[in-house]
């Protein structure tokens, strides 16, 4: 139900994505996006998720492949193939007076992809939750008999 809920929190940021200008709060629900999803298949108990739950066949392995590289590599950490640059300019000068401006470059989620994204991480979270019900059943002993 964890990875149920953390498929939740980067389908809210997908869509939230899809409406929003600002580049410093897109920067940040991109971050979410890529953290939440992956949260499942890192780190250890209780919520990671056995390796079979990776999906294996395209386009969900392509989808799965790429949020797992923009978060361990700029997402979560800063990689040098991560896409992350600064440069400055030079705006203005007057005088002795100089005006600079800090530039920040990165690989952004291209945009155009989001609705087969959000559809994906969608398919994600159901079959978690159906998952995590078959588990319950089986533990309260409320499944078919083993037996018959």
Not at 46 to 73: I, M, N, W
Not at 84 to 96: A, H, I, N, Y
Not at 102 to 128: C, G, H, S
């Amino acid at each position: 139900m964890l990875a149920a809920s953390d498929m939740g929190q980067a389908i809210a940021a997908a869509k939230a994505l899809q409406k929003e200008p600002d580049v410093e709060l897109a920067r940040a629900l991109e971050t979410a996006i890529a953290n939440c999803y992956m949260r499942p298949f890192t780190g250890g108990p209780p919520g990671r998720l056995p390796d079979a739950f990776g999906p294996t066949t395209e386009p969900d392995a392509g989808y799965h492949s790429d949020l797992a590289t923009r978060r361990h590599k700029t997402y979560a950490h800063t990689d040098k193939a991560s896409g992350r640059s600064t440069t400055v300019e030079l705006v203005t000068r007057d005088g002795e007076a100089v005006t600079v401006a800090f530039r920040e470059q990165w690989l952004p989620l291209p945009r155009k992809a989001l609705p087969r994204l959000i559809d994906y991480l969608e398919r994600q979270q159901e079959r978690f939750k159906a998952e995590a019900a078959s588990i319950h059943v089986q533990l309260q002993g409320l499944g078919p008999s083993r037996d018959a």
